[in-house]
Structure formats: structure tokens, C-alpha cells
């Protein structure tokens, strides 16, 4: 990766390339505008938004009220109307205070209205578990929204993703829910010129192998290469897909991978009944089960409400421990 | 009710406000018709009673405007300017319809005349009406959202969180509640603490006015007064419309929640018959004009109907269009 390819390259958090994306944006066009609740004079529940309020005004970085079905919902109606809004909700599990909003109006306008009604809203929400912050703020709701259609939902993974994929998005005519790894706000890593091509509708190989496919998104996708890494010490070859995006499913870049290592595992930081593990799973099946020496895997979060302890917590997610397990199960040592 | 009639009313402005409420009044009288008949499927949810409040709000505002309304909104729609044909065709479900058939009775969207729909979620077409409002902010426009909805839609948690912000952030936005007294079969003193919806709307100190709404130029005349106050930056307005519903709820409705007494009471108040009267004793319009008035409504509907009959169903190839905008990567 080579440095300061255009302007803003260079290493950053995770959390300083979503800032610059909207910054980016802000600046870009005088519609675009971020409303949420304490995206402003706080700086942002995870800071992500620190510094906006004094450089754009607040006419353009918007505290709200607690009031997550009317600040989404007029996101959606300023979206109507014409402009560029840009809506944070703080966590996943206070978007469900707007799922009305969302469901049925976001995702259902362009259609119920014959296509007279697309709703270019862009929602950021935080996800996932990692912090010990238990289980009103933990939970990852991303496969669930996918299940929606009218709604697009992307899950940033990478800084290059973190820094395009707002872009992208408000470019896009649909709505579309951004979920923010909450455990990624502190990744480092290096920005490079990819951010400015960023799609909404591509999974990455981020490591090729050839023995298995693990594929993940959001923080998963940090356990999945760590498992990797692991098993490439066994002699073990796989090869990681980031999902980057879970509607549309890219159901392309998933098969070509199993048609080459013919053994899928999915890494899932949601829950496993009814999750997009299982849909993932699905899909590989009707397009590709003749292709498979092994049966499906899954790694997801353990059935239960996110708890606060570290150690449950971490016994609740995801880990390369188990991918590892899982892996070695799958080829049969 | 007022007997005077204001000094500005003249025979066409009494015609116009006349046929208003006809077109709304024959165009669901025949809406119930071919329900029975099988023609109109789903839930269907007619406003006879309430006319005026369409007919009144609608002649306040101007094309800039955004209006956004509830599944109970046939009458809005034509007031606003959808075409009848349109209208009915999206009733039958067909493809001449406002929104292809996708949407029927509940969903009728025009957005060429700026008419969001048709939200049959009670209380959220609020938020909504509140980001149209703030879209005409950001925009630098002159043009302000009016939301209307019943008064179920206050119990709910949308109707305090929108009115809040659009207050906090003084949009051009007017909230408009047509109390008809019963949310579906619940009569508001049973669902409410406080019975006095301006009293309610208020405490987000914004101007809350109640407003006879079985008259259309009280109507009219109070829409204009907060449409003024709105477009003059004074943030937004909120107006009772007290009217009442003198059809079932939809049409799956057997009224035991009211006596038919009630309903009789309030019919002698209808909004068409009061203006009639007043308007012919004022010597503005005579009998032989209300039944051309009629008539016209009744031609007009028949059209429609045609219209809808024959017009094509919308092709099965396409049933999954429009889930994302077309163009849409």
C-alpha cells in the first residue's frame, strides 16, 4: 500500500476515515447535512463526528432530540424533498425505536408508489459487540435489516471501506443502512486511493487460499484472517471473503471462491436462527452444492443477550479459536 | 355553525367549493358500490363527512407544497389535484393507477403534485412531513409541508416526537387532525387523558387552533391564516378539525361502538348540506345548480370508471420493479 496516493491517504483510525468521509461530503455539496443524536456539540457518541459542528455550522451537523422515529423519518422525508440527509443513529439496538421508519417507510416508498417515490436517506448506525457494553447497545442487526428489501445495508470493514462507502451511498439513489463496527473504531490502517472507487454491491477476497472459504463481514471479518493466519500454520489454505455488502448478497464472488476451495465456512457476529449465515449457506447450496466436500459451517454468536462480563462477552462472539475448530472439523482432523 | 356567509363569497367561488366536496362525496359513494361489487379489494376507507376539511385545506395551499396524508386520503387527493381516473384505476389495482396498482386505497401517491402518499401506518406520515418541511429549509425554498391525520394518530409517539421537532427547529410545516371522534371504534375519551387535542399540541408551543371542520370556509379560512404564519418563517401551525365520519370506518366496520342516533345527529351538520343551504338562502346558488353540480360529479365518476375498467393490469414481469430506484446500480 503506497502513502498519500490523493489527498487524506495515509494511516488512520477507522473512526478518523468515516469523519473524513463526511467531511468529504459536507463540504461536496450544500445539501448534504448529518443529524443524530449528539453528533454535534458532543462529538459523536464514538467521536466519530468530532470537530463537524464547528467546522460546517448547525445548520449542517444537527443534534436531535431522542427521538429516533422522527429524526429517521424526517431523514427520509428531507430525502423526499430532495436533499442529501445523512442520519446517525447512535447504536443497532436504538434503530429498533425507528424500525417503523425504516421498514415501512424507506424500504417500502419506491415501490407501494410505483417507482415515483425512490428514498436516497443514508442511515449510519454503530454495531456489534466488544466493548462491555451489554445487551441494549451490542447486538448486530445487519442481517436482520438485509432481510428487508428496498433497502440496501453495507457493512464497512476495511479503512479504504470506512472512507468510500458514505460516498457511495449518498450517490446511490436507494437507501442504504451503514453498520459501523463499534470494536473498529480504533482499527489503524492505511487509506489508500481504492477508497474512491468503493461500490455498494461487491464482496473482497482480502486473502486468497484454496483449502476452505471463510466468509465474514464487519469485525468477523478481523477473526476470520486471524483465523487464517492460524491455519495456514497447519498447512491449512483459506481464503477470506469480505462480504462488505449483506443485500445485495454477491452471490457471484462467494461461489467463485467454493467452486475453487469446495468447502464453505460462515463467520457471523449475529445471531444463528434465521441469520444471513444461514441465507449465505442457502444460496451456496442452490448454486453450488455439486461443488462441496464438506458440509456448510457456521460460526455465530451464541444465543443469548449480549452479556457484560469479558469473559462471557468473548465466550458469546465469534472467535479464530473457533473458526480454527470449525475449519479442522470441516477436513476431518 | 355560522349562518353568514362571508362578504367576499361570490357564485363561482360558491360553485367551486360546492363541486370540491361533490367530486369527493359521488366518487366514494361509488367506491362503496363496487367494493360490494368486488371491483375495489383490500381495505377501503371512505371520508363521507368530512369533505370540507379536504376541499377547505387544499384551496389554501399552492402547487410548491408538499401535502402528506393517511390511508382515510381519497378525498385529499382529489382536492389536491390527482386525477380522478388515476385515483379510481389505482383502486381497481391496475396499471393507469397513481402508482401502478401497487399502492390501492391506502397508498396514492401524485408526486408530480407533490402528494406523499397515503401512510397507513397511524402517526407516520409525521416524521415525514417534517423532513419535507426540512428539505424546504435546506433547500432555501418557500414551499412548506402539511401533514394531515386522524386523532388516533395522537396517542401515538410519532405525533409528540414530530411535533417537538419541527417546533425546535421552527420547520414550515402544518399539522392538520381531522378529529372524527373515534380512532377506528375507539371513541377518543377512551384512549386520551386529555381530551383537548390543541391543549396537547400546544404545550411545543406552537399555535394550536380548533376549527369547525363540517365547514368548508372555516376551514379554509383558518388553513390560510397558518399557512400565512407558516411561509412568514413563524415555524409550524397546528389545527383541529372537530368532523365527524358518517360511514363505517372501513368496510369491514358494524358500528357498535356508536348509536346510529349520533350518527343521525351529525349528518344534519354534513358538510355539503350546510353549505347548500347557506349558499341558497344567501341567494348564491339554487337547486337547479346543485343538481348540475351533482350530475357533473356523477359524469365525471362514471368516466373514471370506465376508465379503470378497461385499462390494463400491470404486467406480472414487473412485479418486482421499483423495490429499488430504476437506474439505481
Known amino acids: ?333 | 355553525m355560522t349562518e353568514s356567509l362571508p362578504a367576499g363569497l361570490d357564485r363561482p367561488g360558491a360553485l367551486e367549493r360546492l363541486q370540491a366536496m361533490l367530486r369527493i362525496r359521488q366518487f366514494e359513494e361509488r367506491c362503496a358500490e363496487l367494493y360490494q361489487a368486488g371491483k375495489i379489494r383490500g381495505f377501503l376507507h371512505l371520508c363521507n363527512g368530512e369533505e370540507a376539511i379536504a376541499a377547505g385545506v387544499m384551496r389554501a395551499l399552492t402547487a410548491q407544497d408538499a401535502v402528506v396524508s393517511t390511508y382515510r386520503e381519497h378525498g385529499h387527493a382529489l382536492a389536491r389535484g390527482v386525477p380522478m381516473d388515476a385515483l379510481m384505476a389505482e383502486l381497481y389495482g391496475k396499471a393507469s393507477g397513481t402508482c401502478r396498482g401497487r399502492g390501492g386505497s391506502m397508498h396514492i401517491f401524485d408526486v408530480a403534485r407533490r402528494f406523499y402518499g397515503g401512510n397507513a401506518i397511524v402517526g407516520g406520515g409525521l416524521p415525514l412531513a417534517v423532513g419535507l418541511a426540512l428539505a424546504e429549509k435546506v433547500r432555501g425554498g418557500s414551499g412548506l409541508a402539511a401533514c394531515l391525520f386522524g386523532e388516533g394518530a395522537i396517542a401515538e409517539g410519532e405525533f409528540h416526537e414530530s411535533l417537538n421537532l419541527a417546533a425546535l427547529w421552527r420547520l414550515p410545516a402544518l399539522f392538520l387532525c381531522e378529529n372524527n371522534l373515534y380512532a377506528m371504534g375507539t371513541a377518543l375519551a377512551r384512549s386520551e387523558s386529555q381530551t383537548d387535542l390543541t391543549a396537547k399540541a400546544a404545550v411545543y408551543r406552537l399555535p394550536a387552533v380548533s376549527v369547525d371542520g363540517m365547514d368548508v370556509l372555516a376551514v379554509e379560512a383558518a388553513t390560510r391564516t397558518a399557512v400565512a404564519r407558516v411561509r412568514e418563517g413563524g415555524g409550524p401551525c397546528f389545527l383541529e378539525f372537530r368532523t365527524y365520519r358518517l360511514r363505517a370506518h372501513s368496510m369491514f366496520d358494524a358500528q357498535l361502538y356508536r348509536d346510529q342516533a349520533e350518527v343521525e345527529a351529525w349528518r344534519e351538520r354534513g358538510p355539503i348540506i350546510t353549505f347548500t343551504t347557506r349558499c341558497k338562502r344567501a341567494g348564491l346558488i339554487t337547486e337547479e345548480d346543485y343538481q348540475q353540480q351533482l350530475a357533473a360529479a356523477d359524469a365525471e365518476v362514471d368516466g373514471a370508471v370506465r376508465s379503470a375498467e378497461a385499462a390494463p393490469w400491470e404486467a406480472v414481469e414487473d412485479l418486482e420493479r421499483f423495490v429499488y430506484a430504476e437506474g439505481s446500480p
Open chain 1, 1 to 333: 500500500m503506497s502513502a498519500a496516493v490523493v489527498p487524506g491517504t495515509g494511516r488512520m483510525t477507522y473512526r478518523e476515515a468515516v469523519r473524513e468521509a463526511l467531511r468529504q461530503a459536507l463540504r461536496s455539496d450544500p445539501h448534504v447535512f448529518l443529524m443524530g443524536e449528539d453528533v454535534g456539540a458532543y462529538g459523536g457518541c464514538f467521536a466519530v463526528s468530532k470537530g463537524l459542528l464547528a467546522e460546517f455550522g448547525e445548520e449542517r451537523v444537527r443534534d436531535t432530540p431522542l427521538s429516533e422515529s422522527a429524526f429517521v423519518g424526517a431523514g427520509i422525508g428531507a430525502a423526499l424533498g430532495g436533499v442529501k440527509p445523512i442520519v446517525e443513529i447512535m447504536t443497532g439496538n436504538f434503530s429498533l425505536l425507528a424500525l417503523d421508519q425504516i421498514v415501512n417507510n424507506a424500504a417500502t416508498l419506491c415501490h407501494m408508489s410505483g417507482g415515483q417515490c425512490p428514498v436516497p436517506v443514508v442511515i449510519r448506525l454503530a454495531t456489534g459487540a466488544g466493548r462491555q457494553l451489554a445487551a441494549q447497545h451490542s447486538h448486530s442487526f445487519e442481517g436482520w435489516y438485509a432481510h428487508v428489501p428496498g433497502v440496501r445495508i453495507v457493512v464497512p470493514a476495511t479503512i479504504d471501506d470506512a472512507r468510500g462507502m458514505l460516498g457511495a451511498a449518498l450517490a446511490c439513489p436507494d437507501p442504504v443502512l451503514i453498520f459501523e463496527p463499534i470494536s473498529l473504531y480504533n482499527l489503524e490502517g492505511e487509506l489508500t486511493a481504492q477508497a474512491d472507487a468503493c461500490d455498494l454491491d461487491h464482496a473482497a477476497v482480502r486473502r486468497a487460499g484454496s483449502d476452505v472459504t471463510l466468509i465474514a463481514h464487519g469485525a468477523s471479518l478481523y477473526r476470520a484472517l486471524e483465523a487464517a493466519g492460524t491455519l495456514a500454520e497447519r498447512n491449512v489454505s483459506a481464503e477470506v471473503i469480505d462480504l462488505r455488502t449483506l443485500r445485495p448478497l454477491d452471490d457471484a464472488t462467494i461461489l467463485a471462491s467454493v467452486r475453487r476451495t469446495h468447502r464453505a465456512l460462515i463467520v457471523d457476529e449475529g445471531w444463528r436462527s434465521g441469520g444471513i449465515a444461514a441465507e449465505i449457506a442457502m444460496r451456496i447450496v442452490e448454486q453450488g452444492f455439486y461443488e462441496l466436500d464438506a458440509p456448510i459451517g457456521r460460526v455465530c454468536t451464541a444465543e443469548v443477550p449480549m452479556p457484560y462480563p469479558r469473559h462471557l462477552e468473548e465466550a458469546a462472539l465469534p472467535s479464530a479459536t473457533r473458526i480454527v475448530a470449525a475449519v479442522m472439523s470441516q477436513l476431518g482432523r
